[in-house]
């Protein structure tokens, strides 16, 4: 089944370890056959993994991008599944993180990229509710 990806102007991607960047204009580019692509939203520096959920999205992105690594890149993205997992107790939470596994150790990285964002969800709503519990005079104490 063939891919289209519909860029906005100046638009970068990742196509099979090349980074591209589109023209001026607004285009669409069709994929007909099974490549490596990555949207530039869809990319993180390493300097950005700095939160649990995207300490675990880092190597799956590696993992898909460099293939030639996926054995370090995976035993990073275990330990830090690991850890992640045993500081949560949320079912669904927990039920998403066995998928994430589960579609990494089948090879299909882009799959587990896109459900590992539903964790930096889960991540942004327990900091939104972290800050709005703690008092505000103490952070003074």
Same mark, same amino acid.
């Given at each position: ?38 949207? $530039? ?61 589960? $579609? ?18 889960? $991540?942004? $709503? ?16």
């Amino acid at each position: 089944m063939p891919l289209k990806l519909s860029l906005k102007p100046l638009e970068k991607f990742v196509l099979n370890g090349a980074v591209v960047t589109n023209g001026d204009k607004r285009t669409s580019l069709v994929l007909q056959n099974k490549a490596c692509v990555l949207r $530039e939203k869809d990319i993180m520096q390493p300097e950005d993994a700095t939160t649990p959920a995207r300490r675990i999205y880092f190597p799956i992105m590696m993992m898909y991008l460099d293939p030639s690594e996926d054995e370090k890149y995976y035993n990073d993205f275990a330990l830090r599944m690991t850890e992640f997992m045993g500081a949560i107790q949320n079912r669904a939470v927990l039920a998403t993180c066995l998928e994430i596994s589960r $579609e990494v150790m089948g090879g299909s990285y882009y799959k587990a990229l896109m459900l590992c964002k539903r964790l930096f969800d889960f $991540e942004q $709503e327990r900091l939104n509710y972290e800050s709005q519990s703690i008092p505000k005079n103490a952070a003074n104490r």
